[in-house]
């Protein structure tokens, strides 16, 4: 028997095996999201609620964003991280220093500039600081958002219902991402722009929703950059334990899941309420975020061990924790695995007497329909569940068309893992706040050098800026990769825009 019989034998089915996890996978997820229940809402006023901002040269979006929170939440404290901004940031949240609601935690170099999980760990210092010794911490809920985000006003009272924070046992709760252009046109924007919008808006409602919801039954709800809420108590565990809550990896949100997980709490996924963001609308732009993700969830494998032997988390958790931690790699396994199936297959179809056609003719059709149902079929039913489920004004063509255009956005991510491998294998792990088009022209690049790693000192409150404004500096110096918020846009959203961005059809 010829060597390439058996070794063609083992290709396919390695090949067929990947396929077939992947599918059983994808539905998995699929119906356990359809069969998600809606969950009680409950009394906010019984928990304090303060929201932290990371701000690294935000001055185009942090008013907007600070406006709205002010006007939709009167009671909760707003925390900004001003993280050394160089844009006009700084003078933007001095006009809101007068409000007692809204604090400034500034960091200068070189203790600034070190990530976002840095710049959220002092934020978590200056609200230890501020708060009195006495401040029941498991009804202080502290939120994460990005900068330019629209928080849904009827949040919290969906976070205090008795499936989230209701519930003692529940220590975080990650709510529903949405992408703000969909609510709003964004003029000038082309169609292949607009396609990567709404790509976006579907793979966090829909795909990433649906693992939400599988997590949600495995007891392994994952925490995310944007929109994630945790008790304070939780935090000071994590903190006296630990140092800080939140740590090095690029995927410091998933990160912080974890640790919540293995020190013995229960996360949580709320469907009942939303966040926004901007949409990245080119390719460079998405390729390097999703280089960030896969990144930060490789070098998050180095937590596999502890999950595996941790008592406090259950077999069902256990499984899906290490699906997701195994994802990257298996990514990385299989581009070569069919790059060459797909080699294997041209080079009999060109030993084929007859050609091509004769392949065709002689049962060759049959890999159309495979391809069809294991290839694409897995990502183009998320266009289904889209229009189903959030999107209902989307005619059936569209959602069929998203789909597919699902499909080949998913390759997106397979580049975005070898480049992620080729980063961890060159030792970079530092990432880049990209540039929005609103933004002014960037300052030249500081050229102090980042000092070494120093143990966490304490802040120093109620300092002054040079133009006499009020603030909590802190200077907290950690050994972690630069990583700074996602770059995003926020313009403000009228009134029947919101009323669309709350459309989601539940």
Known sequence: MPTEIPSLAILNTIAFLL???????????????????????????????????????????????????????????????????????????????????????TRRRPDAVQGKGAALNAAWRAIQDHLPADTDAERTIVGVLDADSQLDPRCRSALAGPRYFGSPAVAAVQIEVRMVQCSRPTPGLNLWG?????????????????????????????MGGNGQFTRLSLLNALGAEH?????????????????????????????????????????RPLIRQRTRWAQ????????????????????????EITHFLAAPWCQLIGTPIYLGCVGVLGWYISRTDGGIAAWWTSGGWGLIPLVALFGVGPFAVWGLVYRNRCEPHLSL??????GIGHWVYSYLQS?????????????????HKTARAADPAPAPARTEPTPAATSPRRLHPHQLTPAGVPVIRASVPIAQPSTQSTPRTSPHLTNSNRERAVSCAN
């Not at 999201?33 to 185009?60: K, M, Q, Y």
């Not at 790509?199 to 966090?204: C, G, K, N, V």
């Not at 063509?397 to 998203?402: E, K, R, T, V």
């Not at 580049?415 to 990432?431: D, F, N, P, Q």
């Open 19 to 105: 396929c077939v996890y992947f599918c059983a996978y994808v539905l998995s997820i699929l119906v356990l999201h359809l069969r998600a229940g809606r969950a009680a809402g409950g009394d906010h006023s019984r928990f304090s609620w303060h929201v932290i901002v990371p701000c690294r040269n935000e001055a185009t979006v942090i008013a907007a964003t600070l406006r709205r929170l002010l006007h939709d939440m009167p009671d909760v404290t707003i925390w900004c991280v001003d993280d050394d901004s160089d844009d006009g940031t700084a003078a933007v949240l001095a006009s809101f220093i007068a409000d007692p609601r809204v604090r400034v935690v």
């Open 194 to 222: 607009r396609l990567l919008v709404r790509l976006q808006d579907m793979e966090f409602r829909a795909p990433i929703a649906a693992m939400q919801s599988l997590r949600r039954h495995t007891r392994s709800v994952a």
């Open 243 to 283: 140092g800080t809550p939140w740590h090095g990896a690029l995927l410091e949100d998933f990160e912080l899941g974890l640790h919540i997980l293995l020190h013995g709490g229960a996360t949580e996924y709320c469907a009942e309420s939303w966040v926004t963001q901007e949409a990245l609308t080119k390719v």
């Open 296 to 319: 930060g969830s490789m070098q998050c494998v180095r937590y596999l061990n502890a999950v595996l032997n941790c008592r406090q988390i259950g077999n069902p958790a256990i499984m």
């Open 397 to 402: 063509p569209a959602a069929l068309g998203l």
């Open 415 to 431: 580049v975005a893992v070898w480049i992620a491998l080729g980063r961890m294998l060159t030792a970079r792990s530092e990432w």
